[in-house]
């Protein structure tokens, strides 16, 4: 569950809050709060995602790597 914008009122899509709900099988950690560094980009996010899922993809959309700090 997330949002495009991180701020509604300035319309700016850093900082987006989103929710990762399960650990897709042990695959990601829970109970976290990550903070991605500046400039990650939201692919990553679907590329780890789609990993966990079985899919071998090398890269999705404009992703840069998966988050290794969701992976358990």
Same mark, same amino acid.
């Given at each position: 569950?997330? @949002?495009? #914008?991180? %701020?509604? $009122?300035?319309? !700016?899509?850093? *900082? ?6 399960? $650990?897709? !099988? ?5 109970? %976290?709060? #990550?903070?991605? =560094? *500046?400039?990650? =980009? #939201?692919?990553?996010?679907?590329? +780890? !995602? ?6 071998? #993809? =090398?890269?999705?959309? *404009? $992703? @840069?790597?998966?988050?290794? +700090?969701?992976?358990?």
């Amino acid at each position: 569950m997330g @949002s495009g #914008l991180g %701020d509604g $009122s300035t319309h !700016q899509y850093n *900082d987006l809050p989103i929710v990762v709900a399960g $650990s897709a !099988q042990g695959r990601f950690r829970t109970g %976290d709060h #990550l903070h991605c =560094p *500046d400039g990650t =980009p #939201l692919a990553n996010l679907w590329l +780890t !995602q789609a990993k966990a899922m079985g899919l071998n #993809l =090398p890269k999705f959309a *404009d $992703s @840069s790597g998966e988050l290794k +700090t969701l992976l358990a």
